[in-house]
């Protein structure tokens, strides 16, 4: 409850006694003021008797014969209504300067603070309400101030893996250009590290653009009915030649098949492919990568697994944050940007799913859990974003 001070206190009895005084005074003189016009009026004071002579009041048929006493009640009544709605109109009054004393300390950038008393009644809606909004504030300064940091960030990792590259292929050419070699097979030899950190480069600038595309708010998703079981084959077949040449066989089953969902078939694909390329890339010994989709409850679990080195446990938690690696030497070697799992999770929360991994030295999986049917307002913005 909200503490009133001395100050306040004293203010408030003497506006209490001041008001009684006035009221005592008004009383006085409207008493006075009746009884002039009973008395100069002979009609009045005649009607008034008859009137008091026939009121009976009880089973005893009680008459007030003193009218005065009536009079000086009701006035009395009135007195002590006046007087409580000026002190609890009074009240609210200071209640509110405090509220607005409270509201000026957090203003001068104590965001920490919050109005500490509780009240009774509306009051207390306007304390709840401010609390309310400041914490709604620091939250969305704390959100701005992540999203600049991530965009910090992003910038950061993005011009240090676009530089390393860069150098490269600077480097060469200059070698190239200078005439710095010694034979033909040097020239090509240059001009084809040159290539290939041009094509890494390449690779990172899909991959940022996808990234940022799928992060953008109100991303377009042209939602339709697939084949799941269709769109696992496509992915495998993408990618058996590659799984061929590196022993590695590639596989995909769906329960039941055909399965049916409700999804962007081409974000989809791309989900199944960045999985598939990173078992591919990081799956060392791996023998198989094996897609399986299951339908239960209306949700569907596709399973992307392979039995090749396990991820460090400490690494779990990180593997969807864009530009975190495992390894960072074998992502050198590999070519990957640390982006396509950040865009897997982009994607799948796109289609209201999740998408989780777990690793043992046998298999490491990634489970990609999404529904049936998407969400009547998640059809509805795919529609508008389409028209």
Not at 26 to 46: D, E, H, K, R, W
Not at 136 to 142: G, N
Not at 300 to 314: F, L, R, S, T, Y
Request: neutral net charge; aromatic residues 8%.
């Amino acid at each position: 409850m909200l503490k009133l001070t001395t100050r306040e206190k004293s203010s408030l009895v003497f506006e209490g006694f001041v008001t009684i005084i006035l009221l005592i005074l008004i009383n006085l003189a409207l008493i006075v003021l009746i009884q002039n016009v009973i008395q100069t009026n002979p009609g009045v004071a005649s009607g008034i008797f008859i009137i008091k002579k026939s009121l009976h009041f009880g089973p005893f048929h009680a008459q007030i014969w003193s009218y005065q006493r009536i009079v000086m009640g009701l006035f009395a009544v009135i007195d002590v209504i006046v007087v409580w709605w000026r002190l609890i109109r009074r009240y609210h009054q200071y209640q509110m300067n405090h509220i607005i004393q409270e509201l000026h300390y957090i203003a001068q950038g104590h965001l920490d603070h919050r109005i500490p008393f509780r009240l009774k009644g509306r009051s207390q809606h306007v304390v709840t309400s401010v609390n309310a909004l400041v914490d709604s504030a620091v939250r969305s300064m704390d959100d701005e101030r992540q999203i600049e940091k991530s965009k910090d960030e992003l910038i950061t990792n993005v011009s240090h893996d676009l530089r390393t590259p860069l150098t490269s292929i600077i480097g060469y050419l200059r070698l190239i250009e200078d005439k710095q070699y010694h034979s033909e097979e040097d020239i090509v030899k240059y001009s084809h590290i040159a290539y290939e950190k041009a094509k890494q480069m390449k690779n990172l600038v899909e991959d940022l653009f996808e990234y940022t595309k799928v992060q953008q708010h109100g991303a377009p998703v042209n939602m339709m009915q697939l084949d799941l079981s269709q769109l696992l084959e496509q992915v495998s077949a993408s990618f058996e030649l590659e799984g061929h040449n590196k022993g590695i066989e590639i596989s995909s089953t769906t329960r039941p098949s055909p399965l049916m969902i409700e999804a962007d078939p081409e974000k989809l694909g791309r989900v199944f492919s960045n999985l598939v390329a990173n078992g591919l890339k990081y799956g060392m010994g791996a023998s198989y990568i094996r897609l399986s989709a299951v339908e239960h409850q209306g949700q569907v679990q596709i399973k992307v697994a392979n039995d090749g080195e396990p991820i460090p446990e400490k690494s779990l938690a990180h593997l969807f944050e864009r530009f975190y690696r495992v390894e960072a030497s074998r992502s050198k070697a590999t070519g990957g940007t640390g982006l396509g799992l950040a865009i897997v999770k982009s994607v799948v929360d796109l289609h209201h799913g999740t998408v989780d991994v777990t690793s043992t030295p046998d298999e490491t999986a990634f489970i990609v859990t999404l529904p049936i049917k998407q969400p009547k307002e998640a059809k509805e913005a795919a529609d508008h974003e389409a028209n």
